[in-house]
Nanobody
Framework: QVQLVESGGGLAQAGGSLRLSCAASGRTFSEYAMGWFRQAPGKEREFVATISWSGGSMSYADSVKGRFNISRDNAKNTLYLQMNNLKPEDTAIYYC??????????????????WGQGTQVTVSS
């Protein structure tokens, strides 16, 4: 059974930083791309960033490019999202997700088979 558990959310001031983590279990972590998505109140879930199974390729939403950094440690089965220069519009529940297909990196939420429970990030102005 695949499990994804996020941590590291919380309250930050605009311009501050937070680091999210996602601990994965139940499948061979290094064979699957991983992603971060977020959902703000009243809005649809949106893509934030993805990283390939090896960690060699990353993609970012334009809204976070240059501020957020996605990484992974395959030895620890853990995914990270370093968020810098946070803005109030980054306020949302952040979800980590595991791609449904081995050795494939999608950017659409429909391509991701497993999801964590989410962690709240709130940025005050």
């Amino acid at each position: 059974q695949v499990q994804l558990v996020e941590s590291g959310g919380g309250l930050a001031q605009a311009g501050g930083s937070l680091r999210l983590s996602c601990a994965a279990s139940g499948r061979t972590f290094s064979e699957y791309a991983m992603g971060w998505f977020r959902q703000a109140p009243g809005k649809e879930r949106e893509f934030v960033a993805t990283i390939s199974w090896s960690g060699g390729s990353m993609s970012y939403a334009d809204s976070v490019k240059g501020r957020f950094n996605i990484s992974r440690d395959n030895a620890k089965n853990t995914l990270y999202l370093q968020m810098n220069n946070l803005k109030p519009e980054d306020t949302a529940i952040y979800y980590c997700a595991s791609e449904g297909w081995r050795y494939y990196t999608g950017v659409h939420s429909s391509e991701y088979a497993y999801w964590g429970q989410g962690t709240q990030v709130t940025v005050s102005s």
